[in-house]
């Protein structure tokens, strides 16, 4: 009987050490998990900041595989496309709502240059702008349908307005050529960012806010310039052959991002329909 005891005793003794064991394997195996998301030039989260809830989709831009370029529909800008055929046919690690449109003509309202080609020109708002060697410029035109020699950049996406400028949250839509009263509304958005260490950040919210508090939650995720995407029902946000968000109506255009160089050179004949180059107009 004592024996018994004894051996009760020990196994009541040896289940606190086992927990505790399978805790710290649980914890060690959290932290990598954490550490190997981190370590990815492209990693997706979600958070709230600024009392707004968001998704973040991080980009390295320091990390030379890295990708961001852009698609426009396959009829060209003037058509649209739904936002998952778009991904099928270009096969991005990630990809996001682009520039604004008329729903009318289905032309964009800003430049958009893919792979070195001007693929449109719209005339309003600042530039995303990204050399070859993943540079990530914020260039606002000088005035209203101002000509922009992009030649410099890979890729180009003016949209806007601008959120935040030098580390100040800074929303002026006017004197970037906007004039439609609606954008001022709460709305979901979608914007874009640059950090100090050359990340970008796409955060998207499906909570309806205005300009000024998307501007200060990219401020918060510690972005130093960025400028806000098309969103509302146009809102698409894709990561890791996962819909986070699907958009209500048809797009003219995206922005994509890639993890592979290789995999971007396979598909980029894709991204806009080869007739499609105004670059002897610039």
């Not at 101002?146 to 006017?174: E, K, N």
Request: proline content about 5%.
């Amino acid at each position: 009987m004592n024996s018994r005891k004894h051996a009760d005793v020990r196994q009541d003794m040896r289940t606190p050490y086992r927990s505790a064991l399978w805790a710290g394997l649980l914890a060690c195996v959290a932290l990598l998990s954490v550490r190997a998301a981190e370590a990815r030039s492209i990693s997706c989260w979600r958070t709230t900041v600024a009392n707004t809830p968001v998704i973040v989709i991080a980009v390295d831009m320091n990390d030379p595989n890295v990708k961001v370029t852009g698609i426009v529909a396959q009829g060209g800008c003037g058509s649209s496309e739904r936002f998952d055929d778009m991904i099928h046919r270009s096969h991005p690690t990630a990809a996001v709502t682009g520039t604004f449109f008329s729903v009318g003509s289905l032309e964009p309202i800003g430049d958009i240059v893919v792979d070195g080609r001007l693929a449109h020109r719209g005339g309003i708002g600042t530039g995303l702008c990204i050399t070859p060697d993943n540079r990530c410029d914020f260039v606002q035109p000088p005035h209203r349908y101002a000509r922009m020699d992009w030649s410099q950049y890979d890729f180009v996406c003016t949209s806007g307005p601008r959120l935040v400028t030098d580390c100040i949250p800074y929303v002026y839509p006017h004197a970037e050529g906007f004039r439609d009263s609606h954008l001022l509304h709460s709305a979901t958005r979608l914007a874009v960012g640059r950090t100090r260490n050359n990340k970008l950040l796409f955060v998207a919210t499906r909570k309806r806010i205005q300009l000024g508090q998307m501007g200060r939650a990219m401020l918060k995720l510690g972005c130093i310039d960025a400028i806000a995407l098309d969103a509302g029902s146009s809102l698409g946000f894709y990561h890791q052959a996962h819909m986070l968000i699907s958009p209500g109506r048809r797009l003219t255009n995206a922005i994509l991002i890639y993890d592979d160089r290789q995999r971007y050179e396979r598909f980029k004949s894709r991204l806009i329909p080869p007739t499609l180059d105004l670059a002897s107009s610039r």
